[in-house]
């Protein structure tokens, strides 16, 4: 599987602490082996087409897309991300 990340997910996620981007990678390994465990919470964003969010903790959120072999990282971030997919 192909994973790439834009350069908001990237600048966003190195700007997060430590504890945050543990729990982001713990999250993302779940979501690579079982992209539908209940505790990812994966949903398409409403009014997009193919944008999807998925739960890190109760405040911080990823948005990503399926690609041809891979998901595209969109961007990461408190729940406000949600509102600028």
Avoid: C
Wanted: aromatic share 12%; hydrophobic share 35%.
């Amino acid at each position: 599987m192909i994973i790439i990340q834009s350069s908001n997910f990237k600048k966003a996620y190195k700007s997060f602490p430590e504890d945050i981007q543990k729990q982001f990678d713990k999250k993302f390994r779940l979501f690579v082996s079982n992209p539908r465990h209940s505790s990812l919470r994966v949903k398409k964003m409403s009014g997009t087409k193919d944008i999807f969010e998925a739960r890190i903790n109760d405040n911080y959120r990823w948005t990503f897309q399926f690609v041809e072999n891979g998901i595209k990282l969109r961007h990461i971030g408190t729940h406000d991300i949600l509102r600028h997919p």
